[in-house]
């Protein structure tokens, strides 16, 4: 009975351990994204943006949860930092980097590029 219960646990984990990778693509909407992902822990809307945000269990590491960025109700954006969501269109947010490189720089050892000043905007000519 015991090597039942183990057997039982161990498949459970395995099933978890082994989700499948939800895909967003750009153009969804927002019933699509809900039934491939769940429901947004939270949802906030602005001048025809709406933004749905998910738990991703890595909250405090990353600094942000998973984003789901919608125009006029259909998918234009996303980041993620989940491994069980991916999006295939082109992402705004660059790839996540390191702990250790986030605090002595760029992963090629060199600082990274700051501007000092704002950029110039163009002159009307």
Partial sequence: MRAAVIAISFLS???????KVATIDPG?????????????L?????DGYTYLL?????????????????????VV????????RKYSGESSSPKMISAAD????APSGKPLAVP??????PSST
Avoid: T, W
């Fill in 13 to 19: 984990a395995s099933a978890l351990g082994a989700q």
């Fill in 28 to 40: 969804m909407s927002r019933e699509d994204v809900v039934k491939a992902i769940g429901q947004p």
């Fill in 42 to 46: 939270s949802s906030k809307s602005y």
């Fill in 54 to 74: 998910y738990h991703n269990g890595c909250e405090k590491k990353c600094g942000m949860n998973d984003l789901v960025v919608l125009d006029s109700g259909k």
């Fill in 77 to 84: 954006d996303a980041v993620f930092r989940s491994a069980n």
């Fill in 102 to 105: 986030a605090k002595h720089g």
């Fill in 116 to 121: 000092s000043s704002p950029p110039k905007k």
